[in-house]
């Protein structure tokens, strides 16, 4: 599984950004999609979460109800929408490939990663 990550920059505060993850490879392997961020000198932190079919989520309490984790079916792509961006979420982003299905928030749970967009938010 190859997961290709983009969409980063930089923004102002209170702005929006959609980050995408594509996959490919043997992506019939994926149970589920994760979303992570690492800002410096600060551990990777769990995000965003979403089973497969993208019915089920889960989010990190300090991104509810400004990011949202989706799929692009036809496309086996994967976003990231994240509004009323603050600069407390400057971080590089990663996803992540889960292929047990079982929802974790620890990044040594994850198969597959990513290489990471940067997000810069200006305050």
């Known amino acids: 599984v190859q997961l290709q990550a983009s969409g980063g920059g930089l923004v102002q505060a209170g702005g929006s950004l959609r980050l995408s993850c594509a996959a490919s490879g043997s992506i019939f392997s994926i149970s589920a999609m994760g979303w992570f961020r690492q800002a410096p000198g600060k551990e990777r932190e769990f995000v965003a979460y979403?089973?497969?079919?993208?019915?089920?989520?889960y989010y990190a309490d300090s991104v509810k109800g400004r990011f949202t984790i989706s799929r692009e079916n036809t496309k086996n792509t994967w976003y990231l929408q994240m509004n009323s961006l603050k600069p407390e979420d400057t971080a590089v982003y990663y996803c992540a490939a889960d292929i047990r299905g079982t929802f974790s928030t620890s990044p040594s749970r994850y198969d597959y990663w990513g290489q990471g967009t940067q997000v810069t938010v200006s305050s």
């Open positions: 979403a089973r497969w079919s993208g019915v089920v989520t």
